[in-house]
């Protein structure tokens, strides 16, 4: 499968926090749009702005069932996800963690040009 795609998603893109796990934090206002996953990258389209992820520099995926959230971590910043099918969070929660975990294992059984034959 090469494109994920969910309409109707309510995403915001925070700065990471501390403790790590889902903030109970006072409602904001979450962007109302699109997420598409396609290879190794996140969109997210809130119908006049585009946000870029790579998948490769996820750092961990947590899900709240009581915030129907799921908050993606990355080094820099994190992406907080909700939507009304709290069901299809949790798929594309599965489906990033396979793609992360596909990633690193590709990572490793392919190495480097440079790392290949013989040095001097």
């Excluded at 995926?61 to 129907?68: A, L, V, Y």
């Amino acid at each position: 499968m090469n494109l994920i795609h969910k309409s109707d998603v309510y995403f915001d893109v925070i700065e990471p926090m501390l403790p790590e796990d889902l903030p109970e934090r006072p409602k904001r206002r979450m962007h109302h749009g699109e997420i598409y996953i396609y290879v190794n990258e996140i969109y997210l389209y809130d119908g006049s702005r585009w946000y870029r992820a790579d998948v490769r520099d996820i750092k961990a995926i947590k899900s709240s069932s009581q915030n129907k959230e799921i908050l993606i971590q990355f080094v820099n910043f994190d992406i907080i996800l909700s939507c009304a099918e709290y069901s299809h969070l949790l798929a594309l929660r599965d489906f990033l963690f396979l793609a992360q975990k596909s990633h690193e294992i590709t990572d490793i059984m392919i190495p480097e040009p440079n790392s290949v034959g013989g040095g001097n």
